[in-house]
Structures are given as structure tokens and as C-alpha cells.
């Protein structure tokens, strides 16, 4: 059983939800992220969600984007990324580290070695945005042979055919993109998302989390209702934003977030 599939299995014998965070790495400079990976993991988090800075971040709205090019200044890339997971790793065997990005920084290292250099850092799960399964082929017979789950976006328009086609290519969780815009846009439809998992369970037995549009406490629990587990990302790269000039205080408001997230989603 994966690290993914254990840890939702857990989650779900004891009625609790995954927290998902996720940051950009090398964000809003390399030496940052290995601690804040670290904290967010004390503060509640069941899987860390790490973003590969990319140059065109298409589908991310300008929180993220501004995220990405802040990383890309300090020349954080896909190796550099592996290599904070790989340190990561060190001391903590437990939590599920999933990379997200885009398929041009895994297409230019080559899809066979992306995969072995995944494996070797003890990646659980890769979310291309970029990559459909109907394209995907070849990237997710190197992951799944190495027991890294690819994991696919459902959007709110998908079919039953396009859930049951990410479904059978997909494993770990699958991801709800519960707006229509790109992360950090606009606000939930509690009726609409309900309505959405409701048809995607139907056609699925995997793990459903759900992002975009998560952006406090209140938030997190109304979608933990939901769903299997909790997406935020921009909510907590805002935090960065607001505290270049001091890392520590960043990490503090995104600490505070997380903790507050987890108790409304436990009680």
C-alpha cells in the first residue's frame, strides 16, 4: 500500500480528513522550504503538496505565479526541488510528499528520469496539471512502476467518463478543482461542490480532495464535509508575500493558519 493510500485509510477510520498544504519550492528563497515543510507537518498537515516553480504557471492565479517567479530568481528547479524532498526524507518517513507542476520541467529531464529521480527522493504522488491522462501514458507506467501515484485534476464540468478515465489511470487521491479560474479565484458554491463529489464518488473509490477557493478556517471545514481532504495553497503563500522581510513571521502566520484549519476540520 502506498504512503498516500495508508495515510487517507487511516484518516478515514478515524473520521478525520487530509490537510493538504501546499507551497512553492524555493519560495520565497530555498532555505525556507525544508522548515516550513517541517512545521507545516507539526501544525497538522497529512500530505505536503510541494510546487515545481515554472515560468508559465497557467493555471495558477498571481498569488502562486509571483510564488514561482520568486523561487525561480533564487534558480530553484525540478533537481533542486528532489533534492529538499530527499533532505526532507531524513527525518521524516512518514508524511506523503506529492509534487505539483507543470509537464515541461518532468518533459525536458525525460520521463524515465524524472521517474528514478522521484523514486530516489521517496516521492508518493505526481500532479502534472498539464498533462491529461489521455497523454499521459508512458509518464504514469514509469510512476506507477516505481509506486509513485499519478494523481489527476477533476474540474467542475468533468463527464462520468472523464472521471472514470482518471480514475483508472490515477491512484493516491484524486483532486477537485471546485472553481472555474485559475487558484486563489472567487468563492465556493458549497451546493454546487456537494452536488459535483456527489457524481464523482459515484464513479470513483479513490480518495477526493478538494482545492481552489480554500482560504480559512471556515472554509476548510465546510470542504472537509465534503470531501476526503483539504487543499490550500494561495491562503498560505499570501503569507509569505505579506512577510518578505521576515521569514520567520511568515512561517508563524502560516503555522497559525494550518492549526486553525485542522481544529475546525476536527471538530
Known amino acids: 500500500m502506498s504512503r498516500l493510500a495508508a495515510t487517507f485509510e487511516a484518516l478515514a477510520k478515524t473520521g478525520r480528513k487530509a490537510l ?30 510541494l510546487g515545481i516553480p515554472f515560468s508559465d504557471p497557467m493555471a495558477d492565479g498571481p498569488v502562486i505565479q509571483r510564488a514561482s517567479e520568486r523561487a525561480l530568481e533564487h534558480k530553484m528547479s525540478l533537481r533542486r526541488t528532489l533534492a529538499i524532498v530527499t533532505e526532507f526524507r ?11 507542476g507543470y509537464v515541461n520541467p518532468i518533459e525536458a529531464m525525460g520521463y524515465e528520469d524524472f521517474a528514478n529521480a522521484a523514486q530516489r527522493a521517496d516521492i508518493d504522488g505526481v500532479l502534472t496539471v498539464d498533462l491529461p491522462p489521455e497523454e499521459a501514458g508512458d509518464c504514469v507506467s514509469l510512476l506507477k512502476a516505481r509506486d509513485i501515484d499519478p494523481i489527476f485534476l477533476l474540474a467542475p464540468n468533468s463527464t462520468d467518463e472523464r472521471i472514470k478515465s482518471m480514475d483508472t489511470a490515477g491512484s493516491g487521491y484524486l483532486y477537485y478543482v471546485s472553481l472555474k479560474g485559475v487558484t486563489g479565484a472567487g468563492h465556493l458554491n ?36 465534503l470531501g476526503d481532504g483539504v487543499v490550500v495553497g494561495s491562503a498560505l503563500i499570501s503569507k509569505i508575500e505579506a512577510n518578505l522581510d521576515d521569514l520567520d513571521a511568515a512561517k508563524k502566520a502560516i503555522v497559525d493558519l494550518l492549526v486553525a484549519m485542522r481544529q475546525a476540520m476536527d471538530n
Open 20 to 49: 493538504i498544504p501546499f507551497i512553492t519550492a524555493g519560495d520565497p528563497r530555498p532555505d525556507f522550504t525544508l522548515p516550513m515543510m517541517h512545521a507545516m507537518v507539526e501544525a497538522g498537515a497529512d500530505v505536503i503538496e
Open 90 to 100: 531524513k527525518t521524516n518517513q512518514q508524511t506523503p510528499v506529492v509534487l505539483m
Open 190 to 225: 458549497v451546493a454546487d461542490v456537494e452536488a459535483k463529489l456527489n457524481q464523482i464518488k459515484a464513479n470513483t473509490a479513490l480518495p477526493v480532495a478538494i482545492g481552489f477557493g480554500v482560504k480559512d478556517a471556515q472554509t476548510a471545514k465546510t470542504v472537509a464535509d
